[in-house]
Structure formats: structure tokens, C-alpha cells
């Protein structure tokens, strides 16, 4: 499956964005899909993820409450809205997919092996 991901820019602290990822693939709904950041100088990290069927979505603690994963079958694509943000959460975020991960791994990157090229997203303070 490819992936393409977009929506990235330039914010102000407190403000919002969506990232969307649309994916190639057909079979979409049977994907676990996940978000991944990377800021500079440090690794990829797990942001949120939708298992396969939309069945259940899951945060990382640090974007709990203000980060809303949701998915959209119908159109291949799967959003992120992120509001309240934060200078924290400047970084390149990363959509993934994979039809093989199981639950204990869903919020490590080795688990995926299909990834969008990533959008940057800037927080000023």
C-alpha cells in the first residue's frame, strides 16, 4: 500500500491543524493505521493509532485530549486533528499501515511496513 501524507505547516501555540494520509490500497479497512512524529535529533515516536476496522483507537499520553485520530473507509484516508497545540509537538509526522501488527507491538515503529513520506508540522511559541 502507498501512502501520501499532507497537511503540515506552520502554527502558532494553542492553534490547530489536520493531517490527512491517503492510502492506494483498496483493502484499506483491513490496515491497522498508525501516526508516528519525529522531531529533530530524536527518534520516531508513536502518536495515535485506528486498528484494523476502525475497531479501536489509541494515544500516546502526550497528545491524549487534544490529537483525534479518525478514519474515512470510503475515501482510503485517515485524519489527524490536533488542536491546542503545542512547541513540543513540532515534528515530521509519519502515517503507517500495516495488516500484521497485533496489539502488543501497535505502538512501535518496527511493527509497520508501509509509510508515507511525512509533512512537517511547526509550532511557534
Known amino acids: 500500500v502507498q501512502l501520501q501524507a499532507y497537511g503540515g505547516g506552520l502554527v502558532q501555540a494553542g492553534g490547530s491543524l489536520r493531517l490527512s494520509c491517503a492510502a492506494s490500497e483498496p483493502t484499506f479497512a483491513t490496515y491497522t493505521l498508525a501516526w508516528f512524529r519525529q522531531a529533530p535529533g530524536k527518534e520516531r515516536e508513536f502518536v495515535a493509532v485506528?486498528?484494523?476496522?476502525?475497531?479501536?483507537?489509541h494515544y500516546a499520553d502526550s497528545v491524549k485530549e487534544r490529537f483525534t485520530l479518525s478514519r474515512d473507509n470510503a475515501k482510503n484516508t485517515i485524519y489527524l486533528q490536533m488542536n491546542n497545540l503545542k512547541p513540543e509537538d513540532t515534528a515530521a509526522y509519519y502515517c503507517?499501515?500495516?495488516?500484521?501488527?497485533?496489539?502488543?507491538?501497535?505502538?512501535?515503529?518496527?511493527?509497520?511496513?508501509?509509510w508515507g513520506q511525512g509533512t512537517l508540522v511547526t509550532v511557534s511559541s
Open positions: 503507517a499501515a500495516s495488516r500484521t501488527v497485533i496489539s502488543s507491538t501497535l505502538r512501535s515503529r518496527f511493527a509497520y511496513h508501509h
Open positions: 485506528s486498528r484494523a476496522r476502525g475497531s479501536a483507537t
